[in-house]
T-cell receptor, first 113, second 113 residues
Framework: GAGVSQSPSNKVTEKGKDVELRCDPI?????LYWYRQSLGQGLEFLIY????????KSGLPSDRFSAERTGGSVSTLTIQRTQQEDSAVYLC???????????FGSGTRLTVV | AQSVAQPEDQVNVAEGNPLTVKCTYS??????LFWYVQYPNRGLQFLLK??????LVKGSYGFEAEFNKSQTSFHLKKPSALVSDSALYFC???????????FGRGTSLIVHP
């Protein structure tokens, strides 16, 4: 596609429910990143996928968070048993090569009530 | 470890005046440096990058940034600010051996008419 597509754009969920966030990167981009943006906290790295290699999960804040990338393309970030502190904007980015820069999606705004 | 500091949460400037948004970094080896801009309810948009070569890099919308190795800085500049430049600006750094960029906390630029 022309850009990185994320869905849904907004998600309101009840505390304790599971949510799935989707990212569709630019076709051909082998690198895919998930970041979390909280008010006043900047961007927090969550997970990195590169091709068919094992993902770098070092940024995931707890075992309630997981992500997968199917066929080297679409990625899904899953948050189980959501908590209020999970409320944030979740951003996905893809890249063809690290020194080319990154293309970000518009994000999913998650609100846990 | 990589780190990026944006010492100002907010920068205010009058339209037509020059603007500077500050960024300092700490990475091992030679850095890759990036600036991104985020408009309300949008993802991050790439402005410019420094990989190697000339210390002064020019990017989108008339922005430029100067890489200063001795001061480990990569300040974003524009000679004449526009009201439409008002947005959130993020600096990012990546060391040569890493694949995961570290972002600063962001600086809110407000350009007054």
């Amino acid at each position: 596609g022309a850009g990185v597509s994320q869905s849904p754009s907004n998600k309101v969920t009840e505390k304790g429910k599971d949510v799935e966030l989707r990212c569709d990167p630019i076709s051909g981009h082998t690198a895919l990143y998930w970041y979390r943006q909280s008010l006043g906290q900047g961007l927090e790295f969550l997970i990195y996928f590169q091709g068919n290699s094992a993902p770098d999960k070092s940024g995931l804040p707890s075992d309630r968070f997981s992500a997968e990338r199917t066929g080297g393309s679409v990625s899904t970030l899953t948050i189980q048993r959501t908590q209020q502190e999970d409320s944030a904007v979740y951003l996905c980015a893809s890249s063809l090569q690290i020194n080319y820069g990154y293309t970000f999606g518009s994000g999913t705004r998650l609100t846990v009530v | 470890a990589q780190s990026v500091a944006q010492p100002e949460d907010q920068v205010n400037v009058a339209e037509g005046n020059p603007l500077t948004v500050k960024c300092t970094y700490s990475v091992s080896g030679n850095p890759y440096l990036f600036w991104y801009v985020q408009y309300p309810n949008r993802g991050l948009q790439f402005l410019l990058k420094y990989i190697t070569g000339d210390n002064l890099v020019k990017g989108s919308y008339g922005f430029e940034a100067e890489f200063n190795k001795s001061q480990t800085s990569f300040h974003l500049k524009k000679p004449s600010a526009l009201v439409s430049d008002s947005a959130l600006y993020f600096c990012a750094a990546l060391s040569g051996g890493s694949y995961i960029p570290t972002f600063g906390r962001g600086t809110s630029l407000i350009v007054h008419p």
